[in-house]
């Protein structure tokens, strides 16, 4: 089955240390995107790639750093400089002109 | 600066009833308008879409209306049913963004009563 998945659906940290977030998708799509999404809040935007090997910075970038070494692979990496961690994690790819996005992340920070 | 804006944070409808969910836009150059549903810890799902060359798109339950001059566009659910309980997100690309990058708006919760 084509999608997009995101490990692990929960995850809990100390303040303080770096957390990795996984996405993966098998849907041969070029560009891939991170979200957060903040409780009675709308998405906004964290780091677009359109190419391997390239990425941008979203909106809220501050905190936050990402690789895109392979097509299938967009991992986003919160660092203790984030100021406001605990949020739920959405990763999304581009088909046309739609994003369809992987099931996400909640990421609590203790 | 919002440029995709739902004002109505949340919204109780009965079932069977019409839905109607807005959403206005301040970038004259956006193209292209998507509607995802999202239910609680999970990724939203695109419902529908609209280019800016068309002022109605339908698929099945859900049609979508843009009004151009206006910045507005809505998502209509009829008959709503409870399963639609979700919040809803209206977004937008285009308006000079690199990427294909979405706007999204705040979202509005969708609450319908059997």
């Known amino acids: 089955d084509g999608g997009i998945t995101q490990s692990p659906k929960y995850l809990f940290r100390k303040e303080g240390q770096n957390v990795t977030l996984s996405c993966e998708q098998n849907l041969n799509h070029d560009a891939m995107y991170w979200y957060r999404q903040d409780p009675g809040q709308g998405l906004r935007l964290i780091y677009y790639?359109?190419?391997?090997?390239?990425?941008q910075k979203g909106d809220i970038a501050e905190g936050y750093s990402v690789s895109r070494e392979k097509k299938e692979s967009f991992p986003l990496t919160v660092t203790s400089a984030q100021k406001n961690p605990t949020a739920f994690y959405l990763c999304a790819s581009w088909d046309l002109d739609t994003q369809y996005f992987g099931p996400g992340t909640r990421l609590t920070v203790l | 600066d919002q440029q995709v804006k739902q004002n109505s944070p949340s919204l109780s409808v009965q079932e069977g009833r019409i839905s109607i969910l807005n959403c206005d836009y301040t970038?004259?150059?956006?193209?292209?308008f998507l509607w995802y549903k999202k239910y609680p810890a999970e990724g939203p799902t695109f419902l529908i879409s609209?280019?800016?060359?068309?002022d109605k798109n339908e698929d099945g339950r859900f049609t979508v209306f843009l009004n151009k001059s206006a910045k507005h566009l809505s998502l209509h659910i009829v008959p709503s049913q409870p399963g639609d309980s979700a919040v809803y997100f209206c977004a937008a690309s285009g308006g000079g963004n690199a990427g294909n990058m979405l706007t999204f708006g705040g979202g509005t919760r969708l609450m319908v009563k059997p």
């Open positions: 609209i280019s800016s060359i068309k």
């Open positions: 970038n004259s150059m956006f193209d292209y």
């Open positions: 790639s359109q190419i391997v090997n390239d990425f």
